[in-house]
């Protein structure tokens, strides 16, 4: 399965302010992308409108799944997505975020879920609701729903935010079970959460 993402003369617009204006570029399967700016710049504007969660003032985003064009209503069964402004479920408890999260998409069938959550520091919170989680742990727990999905996409916006030294390390561990044939897309101003990647686009 080979997806690609297309951006044809994509704009976008708040009031009288063009964040970003006539973006042509193709996410190509298999590609590892950061897009790099400065804060403000609309990093995160790009990532919403690639995933179909903010829409373009003008030009358009096309999905493609083997070359056959994908209906934007079906987008969200190819991607997973993390991004700092992105709530959790704070009533749930961990593993109730993590049975719901993988109701929703399949995990994936390469990794140890229990593994991860033992790597990650959060294996004895199981109980624990996440409203009662530190900022870190709670950032810990979206990238083990986003990198965990089985998808073909993965959108992520400064993933390493409240994550300390042990934690970005962690992270790049994460990355580095991904599958060649998987793409990812970085937002971010810090090396450390973008240093695998292949390309670079500037949204300055």
Same mark, same amino acid.
């Given at each position: 399965?080979?997806?690609?993402?297309?951006?044809?003369?994509?704009?976008?617009?708040?009031?009288?302010?063009?964040?970003?204006?006539?973006?042509?570029?193709?996410?190509?399967?298999?590609?590892?992308?950061?897009?790099?700016?400065?804060?403000?710049?609309?990093?995160?504007?790009?990532?919403?409108?690639?995933?179909?969660?903010?829409?373009?003032?003008?030009?358009?985003?096309?999905?493609?799944?083997?070359?056959?064009?994908?209906?934007?209503?079906?987008?969200?069964?190819?991607?997973?997505?993390?991004?700092?402004?992105?709530?959790?479920?704070?009533?749930?408890?961990?593993?109730?975020?993590?049975?719901?999260?993988?109701?929703?998409?399949?995990?994936?069938?390469?990794?140890?879920?229990?593994?991860?959550?033992?790597?990650?520091?959060?294996?004895?919170?199981?109980?624990?609701?996440?409203?009662?989680?530190? !900022? #870190?742990?709670?950032?810990?727990?979206? +990238? $083990?729903? &986003? /990198?965990?999905?089985?998808?073909? =996409?993965?959108?992520?916006?400064?993933?390493?935010?409240?994550?300390?030294? !042990? #934690?970005?390390?962690?992270?790049?561990? +994460? $990355?580095? &079970? /991904?599958?060649?044939?998987?793409? =990812?897309?970085?937002?971010?101003?810090?090396?450390?959460?973008?240093?695998?990647?292949?390309?670079?686009?500037?949204?300055?």
């Amino acid at each position: 399965m080979a997806i690609e993402v297309e951006l044809k003369q994509v704009s976008k617009r708040f009031k009288r302010d063009w964040i970003i204006q006539h973006v042509d570029y193709t996410f190509a399967s298999g590609d590892n992308t950061a897009v790099l700016g400065a804060n403000g710049s609309g990093k995160s504007t790009l990532l919403k409108i690639l995933c179909g969660y903010m829409a373009t003032t003008e030009g358009e985003i096309i999905w493609r799944n083997d070359g056959q064009e994908i209906d934007p209503a079906s987008w969200h069964h190819f991607f997973a997505y993390t991004a700092p402004y992105l709530e959790l479920i704070e009533e749930y408890t961990l593993q109730e975020c993590l049975d719901f999260h993988f109701s929703l998409k399949s995990l994936r069938t390469d990794i140890d879920l229990e593994e991860w959550l033992e790597e990650s520091g959060l294996s004895k919170h199981k109980s624990k609701q996440v409203q009662n989680f530190s !900022s #870190g742990m709670k950032q810990r727990l979206k +990238l $083990i729903l &986003t /990198l965990g999905s089985n998808v073909q =996409i993965y959108f992520l916006d400064e993933p390493c935010s409240n994550l300390d030294e !042990s #934690g970005i390390q962690w992270y790049q561990q +994460l $990355i580095s &079970t /991904l599958s060649l044939d998987k793409t =990812i897309v970085v937002a971010s101003n810090s090396h450390d959460e973008y240093a695998f990647c292949d390309k670079t686009i500037s949204v300055n």
